[in-house]
C-alpha cells in the first residue's frame, strides 16, 4: 500500500483518491504518526501532502530526515514537495510572486514522472511560499514562467517533488503523473479492486466474529446497507440487524427499509425495527445548537441499540456503517480540521456496552461503496440511493427539531424528490433534499397575510461529498416544486434554492 502523510492541506483525501482510482491502495496518517509506525506498514511509497504551514517558520508541521533514508519512495506534493527541500538542504522562502490557479509548466520528459506527459501542461498551483533552490542531489524536471522548481528528482534515492498539485482535476495529466509515481517509481502493480476488497472483507469478518453474535446499526441508507449485507454474507443468522426509526427519516422511509430488510426481503437477517421517534424528539426538545443535536442523536442511537441487545443477550460485536470520509471529517483520521462531528463516529458515546465495534466500509469513499454494494449483489436501485445522514432531518431542520417541523420537512422533501424524478433528474443528481430553514417571514395567501416557515431546496453535484456544486436544476422544475409545497404543505409560504457550493457551505446545512 500507500501511505499518505497530511501535512492539514485541503486536498489530502483527494490524493488518496486519485491513488486508489490507479487501483492503488493507500491510507491517511497524520504527520505526527511515529516514523516506526510507518516503517511497520512496510509501504510501497509515501505521499506528503500539501498544509497550510511554512515549512522554515518555528513550531511548523515537519518530518524527520530519516523519512527520506528508508529507501521507499517519496513524492512531496506542495508543501511536501518544500519541506522535502528543506529539509535536506534545499532552501524554500516567501515566493516573489505568488501563484494561484491554472499555470503552463514545462516539463523535462526524461522524468520518470514524465514520460508520457506533453512538454507544456497545465497544472494547478496555489502557493505562498517556493522552492528557490532544490535540496544538493536533486535535478530540476519542472519549471513555469514564476516558479525555477515546479519538480525537482533524485531519482537514485526515488524521492520526488512537485509544488503544483497533481491530484487536482484542473492540472490536466495530473492522473498520468500520480500513476507514473506509482507504477514506475514505486513498483505497484495495482491490485486494489472492489472484487478483492469484498471477497478479503467478508473472509476478515468470519475469522474475527467466530460464532459470536453480531449487532447492525442499520440506517436502510446506503452505508449501513452495504455493511450488513456484507455481514449477513459473512456470518449469516448470527446477524441481528436493529433498524432504529428515530422518527427523523424521509416521509415512507421507515416502512420501506423494513420491506427490504425485513422478512419479507431478499436477504436471510434477523431484522428488529425500534420505533423510538419519540424518544428522540424528548431528548431534542428545546435543543438548537448543531453540534450538540448531532450528540444527542448519535448518543440516543447507541443507547437504543444497547437496550435491544440486552434482550438478544451476549453481543459481541456493534456493526457499523462509518465511511472513511466520516473519519477523517471527525478528525480522527489525518490532520483536518473537525468540520462537523458525524453521526457514526464523532457521537458515540465513551461507554459502549460491547465488545467490539466492526467497520467494514471504514477504508472506503461513497462511490467504492456503492461499488462494494454492486459487487455484493445490492439491487443498483438501493446501491444509488442518494446518501442520507445519520442525524437524518434532525440536520435539515435549522435549529429546534419539533415533529411538527419533521413532518413539514418530510412533506416538502417528498414533493421535491416526486418531482425530481418526474423530471428524469433523479440519477444525475449527486444529492438533493429540502430543508427547513428556522426562518419565517411574510406572505399573502388569498387576501390573509400570513408568517410562515421558508423551506430551502438543496441539489448538489459532487464525486466524493468532500467538494460539491450547485445544480443547475431547470427552472420549470423548481418552479414546480415550489408551487406544490406551499399548496400542500401547511405553514410554509415561501421556498428558497440554495446556490452555494461546498466549500464555503457544507452539503447539509448543520
Ligand atoms: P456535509 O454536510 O458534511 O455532508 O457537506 C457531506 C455528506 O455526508 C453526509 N452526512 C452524513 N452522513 N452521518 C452520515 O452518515 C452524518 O452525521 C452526516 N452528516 C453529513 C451528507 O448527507 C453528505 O452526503
Redesign the pocket.
Known amino acids: 500500500k500507500i501511505i499518505v502523510i497530511d501535512f492539514g492541506g485541503q486536498y489530502n483525501q483527494l490524493v488518496a483518491r486519485r491513488v486508489r482510482e490507479c487501483s492503488v491502495y493507500c491510507e491517511i496518517y497524520s504527520y505526527k504518526t511515529d516514523l516506526e509506525q510507518i516503517k511497520a506498514m512496510n509501504p510501497m511509497g509515501i505521499i506528503l501532502t500539501g498544509g497550510p504551514d511554512s515549512c522554515y517558520e518555528e513550531g511548523a508541521a515537519s518530518c524527520s530526515k530519516e523519512l527520506f533514508e528508508l529507501g521507499i519512495p517519496v513524492l512531496g506534493l506542495c508543501y511536501g514537495a518544500q519541506l522535502m527541500m528543506h529539509v535536506l538542504g534545499g532552501h524554500v522562502c516567501k515566493a516573489p510572486v505568488r501563484e494561484y490557479g491554472k499555470i503552463e509548466v514545462t516539463v523535462d520528459k526524461t522524468s520518470k514522472l514524465y514520460g508520457d506527459v506533453s512538454e507544456k501542461t497545465i497544472c494547478w498551483m496555489s502557493h505562498n511560499d517556493y522552492i528557490e533552490k532544490a535540496a544538493p542531489g536533486f535535478r530540476i524536471v519542472a519549471h513555469t514562467a514564476d516558479c525555477p522548481v515546479a519538480a525537482a528528482e533524485c531519482a537514485e534515492k526515488k524521492l520526488y517533488a512537485i509544488q503544483y498539485h497533481p491530484e487536482v482535476l484542473h492540472t490536466q495529466e495530473g492522473t498520468k503523473m500520480l500513476h507514473n509515481f506509482l507504477y514506475e517509481v514505486c513498483g505497484c502493480s495495482g491490485t486494489w479492486k472492489m472484487d478483492a476488497f469484498v471477497e478479503n472483507s467478508i473472509r476478515a469478518i468470519r475469522e474475527k466474529v467466530g460464532n459470536g453474535k453480531v449487532l447492525c446499526a442499520l440506517?436502510g441508507?446506503v452505508?449501513?446497507s452495504v455493511a450488513a449485507v456484507m455481514l449477513a454474507k459473512a456470518v449469516g443468522d448470527q446477524l441481528t440487524c436493529v433498524f432504529v426509526d428515530h422518527g427523523l427519516l424521509r416521509k415512507n422511509e421507515g416502512d420501506e427499509v423494513e420491506e427490504v430488510f425485513g422478512p419479507n426481503g431478499p436477504y436471510d437477517l434477523n431484522f428488529i425495527r425500534v420505533n423510538a421517534q419519540q424518544r428522540f424528539y424528548d431528548k431534542l426538545a428545546g435543543v438548537e445548537e448543531p453540534e450538540k443535536k448531532?450528540k444527542i442523536?448519535?448518543e440516543e442511537f447507541i443507547r437504543v441499540f444497547e437496550e435491544e441487545a440486552k434482550k438478544i443477550g451476549a453481543v459481541d460485536f456493534l456493526v457499523q456503517?462509518?465511511?472513511y470520509?466520516?473519519v477523517v471529517?471527525s478528525g480522527l483520521g489525518g490532520e483536518s480540521a473537525v468540520?462537523?462531528?458525524?453521526?457514526?463516529?464523532?457521537?458515540l458515546p465513551d461507554y459502549v456496552d460491547f465488545k467490539e465495534i466492526i467497520e467494514p466500509l471504514r477504508d472506503l469513499f461513497?462511490d467504492e461503496v456503492r461499488k462494494a454494494g454492486l459487487e455484493l449483489g445490492i439491487p443498483e436501485k438501493l446501491v444509488y440511493r442518494?446518501?442520507?445522514?445519520?442525524?437524518g432531518l434532525g440536520?435539515r431542520i435549522i435549529g429546534e427539531v419539533t415533529p411538527e417541523k419533521v413532518k413539514m420537512v418530510q412533506e416538502a422533501d417528498a414533493i421535491y424528490r416526486e418531482e425530481i424524478a418526474k423530471a428524469g433528474l433523479d440519477r444525475s443528481i449527486?444529492?438533493y433534499?429540502a430543508a427547513l430553514t428556522n426562518m419565517r417571514s411574510v406572505g399573502v395567501m388569498g387576501d390573509e397575510r400570513t408568517y410562515d416557515y421558508a423551506i430551502a431546496l438543496r441539489a448538489v453535484n459532487?464525486i466524493d461529498?468532500?467538494t460539491?456544486e450547485a445544480a443547475e436544476l431547470p427552472w420549470e422544475v423548481i418552479g414546480r416544486v415550489s408551487n406544490r409545497i406551499v399548496n400542500e404543505v401547511q405553514h410554509v409560504n415561501r421556498v428558497l434554492y440554495d446556490c452555494t457550493g461546498?466549500p464555503p457551505?457544507?452539503?447539509?446545512?448543520?
Open positions: 440506517s441508507g452505508d449501513s448531532r442523536i448519535g456503517g462509518t465511511i470520509p466520516d471529517e468540520i462537523k462531528s458525524h453521526h457514526n463516529v464523532g457521537g461513497k442518494q446518501p442520507f445522514p445519520g442525524p440536520i449527486g444529492q433534499f459532487t461529498f468532500m460539491a461546498k457551505a457544507t452539503i447539509e446545512f448543520e
